[in-house]
C-alpha cells in the first residue's frame, strides 16, 4: 500500500511541475495580460507609448497603430474620430475654433485650435 501512494505522490509531483513550467513558457510568449477585476478576468493590452503633437490644426500620433482618435468638445460631445493606420501620423482637423480634448487610447490631451 505504502508502495501505491509513493508512486501516486511522485506521479502527481511530476504532472504538477509540468503543469507549472507549461504554464510559465505560455506566460512568457503571450502579448496579451489577464486582468482580473470583480471575478471577471478580461484581456489587456500592453502599455503603449502613444504621444499627440498638435500643431495649428495639425495633430500628430504615434505609437497609436490600429487606435482611434477621438476629439471630443468640452460640452463632451464627440466632434470628429479618426482611425490611426500607421505608427506615425498626421491629421488634419478640419473643426471650427475652439477647446477639445483629443483621446487615443489610455492618452488624453487638451488643445486649442485657433
Known amino acids: 500500500m505504502q508502495k501505491i501512494y509513493d508512486l501516486m505522490r511522485k506521479r502527481l509531483l511530476i504532472f504538477s511541475s509540468f503543469l507549472c513550467m507549461t504554464a510559465a513558457v505560455s506566460m512568457q510568449a503571450e502579448p ?10 478580461e484581456q489587456v493590452e500592453p502599455e503603449r ?6 500643431e495649428a490644426n495639425s495633430v500628430q500620433v504615434t505609437g497609436a497603430t490600429g487606435l482611434v482618435l477621438e476629439v471630443v468638445s ?6 470628429a474620430s ?12 478640419n473643426i471650427p475654433k475652439g477647446c477639445y480634448i483629443l483621446k487615443v487610447g489610455k492618452v488624453v490631451r487638451k488643445v486649442t485650435v485657433k
Open 49 to 54: 507609448n502613444v504621444s499627440i503633437t498638435v
Open 32 to 41: 496579451m495580460l489577464m486582468a482580473m477585476e470583480m471575478g471577471v478576468a
Open 74 to 79: 468640452l460640452t463632451g460631445r464627440q466632434v
Open 82 to 93: 479618426y482611425r490611426i493606420d500607421s505608427p506615425a501620423q498626421r491629421i488634419e482637423l
